[in-house]
C-alpha cells in the first residue's frame, strides 16, 4: 500500500473487520516476509567458509590425522594416535578472526608454531601449531632416548638442535600427510619456512582475516597404558591463504579421495611401516644340563658343557621361531654371526646341523 492510496468507507470497514476476526494485513504480510530474508550475522565473528567448506574440510582433516598418526609412528617406532577433536559445542571446526582470537589467545613459549608455504602462487601459509609437551618427548624418541614417552610438563624453549629435529619429523610425517589429504583439492608444493615460538613473530595473513581452526588429539602409548593430550595439535588455515582454491573445497572431492586414492595410500603407508618395525633376533650357542646342586655351587671359572661341538652351527630365532644357521665371528668391536644357511624346518622348531 503506497502513500497515494485513499481507502473508502467500505474498504476500511472490511479492513477494521479482518482485524477483529485475527487476520492479516497487507503490512503485517510484508513486514513477515522481509524479516525471514534477514538472520543474525556477529560482525567480530565474520564466517568466511562456507558450509561445504567445512565439511570439506573435516574430511581433510580426518584423512591427514591418519596419515599423520601412520608417519609419526613409523618414525618413532612408538604408538601414536592423531584424531579429530570435537568442541564442546560439538563442532569440529571454528572460525575465527586472526588476530583478535587466534594470536591473543596462544601463549608464548608453550607452542611450537610450524609456518608452511603452500607453495602454490595463488596460495599463502598455513600454520601447523603443537603443544612443546608433545614435540618435546619426539626430540627425545628420535634422539635416542628408547623410553616411554610422556608428556613434558615443564618446556624449555627451543634450541637450534630441537628446531632441527623438528624440521626433519616434521618435514618427513607432516607434509606427507598433508599432501595427501588434499590431493584432490590441489597439489601442495610444502616449504617449511619457520619454527616459532611466540605468536606475536607469526605474521601469515591480514589482521583482520579469518581462519578456520582446526584442533586434534594425541595419544601415546597402547590401549592398556595411554596418554591423552585434548587439543595438543591445531591447524590453522586462514581464508585469504586458501580463497584461490575455496570453490574446490566440495564433499565431493573429499569423498572421492575416500573411495579411491585414500585405499592404496594406506596400503603403500602400512607395507613401508612394517618393513621398518624392530623384530628381535635370538642367537643359541647351545644347550646344557646342570642339578641343582651344581648350580647352588655355582661359582666363577666353572665349565658347563653344551651340546653343540665348537664347529658346529649356531640356530637364530626370530619371534621365538628357529630361522637360520649361523656361525660366531667379530664386527669392529662388536660379537656378531654370519648367516650362513636356511631350512625348511625352521617352520618345524629346529634346523639340521
Known amino acids: 500500500m503506497n502513500g497515494e492510496q485513499v481507502l473508502n468507507q467500505s474498504e476500511i470497514n472490511a479492513l477494521l473487520e479482518k482485524l477483529r476476526s485475527g487476520g492479516s494485513s497487507e503490512a503485517d504480510v510484508e513486514s513477515k516476509s522481509s524479516a525471514e530474508q534477514y538472520q543474525e550475522y556477529d560482525f567480530n565473528r565474520p564466517d568466511k567458509f562456507n558450509l561445504e567448506n567445512i565439511r570439506s574440510l573435516e574430511s581433510i582433516a580426518k584423512a591427514f590425522a591418519r596419515g599423520f598418526s601412520q608417519e609419526l609412528s ?19 571446526i571454528e572460525q575465527v578472526p586472526y588476530a583478535t582470537e587466534y594470536i591473543r589467545g596462544v601463549g ?6 610450524c609456518v608452511v608455504d603452500l607453495g602454490l602462487p595463488d596460495l599463502g601459509r598455513v600454520i601447523l601449531q603443537m603443544d612443546m609437551a608433545f614435540t618435546r618427548p619426539i626430540h627425545q624418541n628420535l634422539l635416542g632416548s628408547g623410553e616411554r614417552m610422556e608428556w613434558e610438563e615443564e618446556v624449555e624453549p627451543l634450541s637450534e638442535m630441537d ?6 619429523w616434521v618435514e618427513s610425517t607432516v607434509f606427507p600427510s598433508l599432501r595427501n589429504s588434499f590431493q584432490n583439492v590441489e597439489q601442495f608444493h610444502l616449504v617449511l619456512q619457520s619454527i616459532e615460538t611466540d605468536p606475536q ?20 602409548g597402547s590401549e592398556d597404558d595411554k596418554l591423552v593430550r585434548v587439543g595438543g595439535i591445531q591447524l590453522c588455515i586462514p581464508y585469504l591463504s586458501i580463497e584461490a582454491i575455496s570453490e574446490k573445497l566440495t564433499t565431493e572431492n573429499a569423498i572421492e579421495y575416500q573411495l579411491s586414492g585414500d585405499i ?12 621398518m618395525v624392530n623384530t628381535k633376533v635370538d642367537v643359541e650357542i647351545g644347550r646344557g644340563v646342570i642339578t641343582v646342586r651344581e648350580l647352588l655351587n655355582l661359582k666363577n671359572e666353572d665349565v658347563i658343557t653344551l651340546n653343540r661341538k665348537v664347529r658346529d652351527r649356531m640356530i637364530g630365532y626370530v619371534g621365538g621361531v628357529p630361522k637360520f644357521s649361523c656361525k660366531p665371528g667379530r664386527n669392529d668391536e662388536r660379537y656378531a654371526v654370519k648367516v650362513t644357511g636356511f631350512s625348511e624346518k625352521a617352520q618345524g622348531g629346529e634346523l639340521n646341523g
Open 163 to 168: 628446531a632441527l629435529v623438528m624440521q626433519d
Open 201 to 220: 613473530y607469526v605474521k601469515i595473513t591480514r589482521d583482520s582475516d579469518v581462519i578456520a581452526l582446526i584442533p586434534f588429539d594425541i595419544e601415546f
Open 264 to 275: 592404496s595410500g594406506q596400503e603403500e603407508m602400512m607395507r613401508r611401516h612394517l618393513e
Open 74 to 92: 613409523a618414525k618413532c617406532r612408538y604408538p601414536i594416535t592423531i584424531k579429530l577433536s570435537k568442541r564442546d559445542n560439538g563442532n569440529i
Open 108 to 113: 608464548k613459549d608453550r607452542w611450537a608454531f
